[in-house]
Nanobody, 124 residues
Framework: QVQLVESGGGLVPAGGSLRLSCAASGRYAMGWFRQALGKEREFVAAISWSGGRISYADFVKGRFTISRDNAKNTVYLQMNNLKPEDTAVYYC?????????????????????WGQGTQVTVSS
């Protein structure tokens, strides 16, 4: 069973920054998703098993950066210039098949394991 533990969420003012971390029990292709209250879960960013392939949702390009430390089996999401509309629960996820293919997975259906989520709240 793959375990994913997120941390780093919190309350920040608009324009502020946060860094989310996701510690995994193994090395996988990883992704970040978010779900705002009353909305569906949406893709934010993903990184391949090697770290050589990355994908972002259009609404975070230039503001968020996904990275990984394979020695620690940890994936990060650096979030800068946060906006109130970024307020959501952020989830990390691991994709087993994408790991074996060393590709990025950009849809929730491609992910096999999910963390418990961490709340990010951006005040206006």
């Amino acid at each position: 069973q793959v375990q994913l533990v997120e941390s780093g969420g919190g309350l920040v003012p608009a324009g502020g920054s946060l860094r989310l971390s996701c510690a995994a029990s193994g090395r996988y292709a990883m992704g970040w998703f978010r779900q705002a209250l009353g909305k569906e879960r949406e893709f934010v960013a993903a990184i391949s098993w090697s770290g050589g392939r990355i994908s972002y949702a259009d609404f975070v390009k230039g503001r968020f950066t996904i990275s990984r430390d394979n020695a620690k089996n940890t994936v990060y999401l650096q979030m800068n210039n946060l906006k109130p509309e970024d307020t959501a629960v952020y989830y990390c996820a691991a994709a087993v098949r994408a790991s074996s293919l060393n590709r990025v997975a950009v849809t929730a259906a491609e992910y096999d394991y999910w963390g418990q989520g961490t709340q990010v709240t951006v005040s206006s």
